[in-house]
């Protein structure tokens, strides 16, 4: 296990709601960037946060976004829901700065989202 | 711009041999690599990155790729299939800019017959 967590594990939401999903990295990691992985695909950048702050961002509209907070823990938050958002979202926390592209991203199990 | 191509969609091995998973990838820099594992409704397990250091990598469960600049490719392989290592295996590649996102292939499912 890679000691990062996600809540909850599973999710049903209808149509124009919207969601939050959570996310507590590895003790020590100061990163946290989410992905989508849709059914039968490679997971698709969102963003990333590092120290509370956006650095970095994936195609995806602005009803997608997020928080990271001091003890770097985060959030993704999706508004006005569509069917095509139903996927596993997966968070992935590391340790580095801006431009780190070596360092290894953790993830966690993910959250499984479907919209109906 | 950065690219991960994953030839196959599915490779079926039988125990015992060998496990060949074809990755190959576009980069105008010398890129970092990873090859991540995917258990069913589970998230992703790094089994191995290449970063420089060395061309051949070992990873965990026997696991190793090569890196080999002049063909673009880090094949994954394993000399002898076990019935635990059915799963899904995604390639990646990092992006540098201002962030370092991974750019992850379409992914390989592995079966693996008794």
């Known amino acids: 296990e890679t000691g990062v967590t996600q809540s909850p594990t599973h999710l049903i939401k209808t149509r124009g709601q919207q969601v939050t999903l959570r996310c507590s990295s590895q003790?020590?990691?100061?990163?946290v960037s989410w992905y989508q992985q849709a059914l039968g695909q490679g997971p698709q950048f969102i963003f990333q946060y590092y120290r509370e702050e956006e650095n970095g961002r994936g195609n995806f509209p602005p009803r997608f976004s997020g928080l990271q907070f001091p003890n770097y823990s985060s959030e993704l938050n999706v508004n006005a829901l569509e069917l095509d958002d139903s996927a596993l979202y997966l968070c992935a926390s590391s340790v580095g700065t801006s431009g780190s592209s070596q360092e290894t991203q953790y993830f966690g199990p993910g959250t499984r989202l479907l919209v109906l | 711009a950065q690219s991960v191509t994953q030839l196959g969609s599915h490779v079926s091995v039988s125990e015992g041999a060998l496990v060949l998973l074809r990755c190959n990838y576009s980069s105008s820099v010398p890129p970092y690599l990873f090859w991540y594992v995917q258990y069913p409704n589970q998230g992703l397990q790094l089994l191995l990155k290449y970063t420089s250091a060395a061309t051949l990598v070992k990873g965990i469960n026997g696991f190793e790729a090569e890196f080999k600049k002049s063909e673009t490719s880090f094949h994954l392989t394993k000399p002898s299939a076990h019935m635990s290592d059915a799963a899904e295996y995604f390639c990646?590649?990092?992006?540098?800019?201002?962030?370092?996102?991974?750019?992850f292939g379409s992914g390989t499912r592995l079966l693996v017959r008794p």
């Open positions: 003790s020590g990691h100061n990163t």
């Open positions: 990646a590649v990092s992006r540098m800019d201002s962030s370092y996102k991974l750019i």
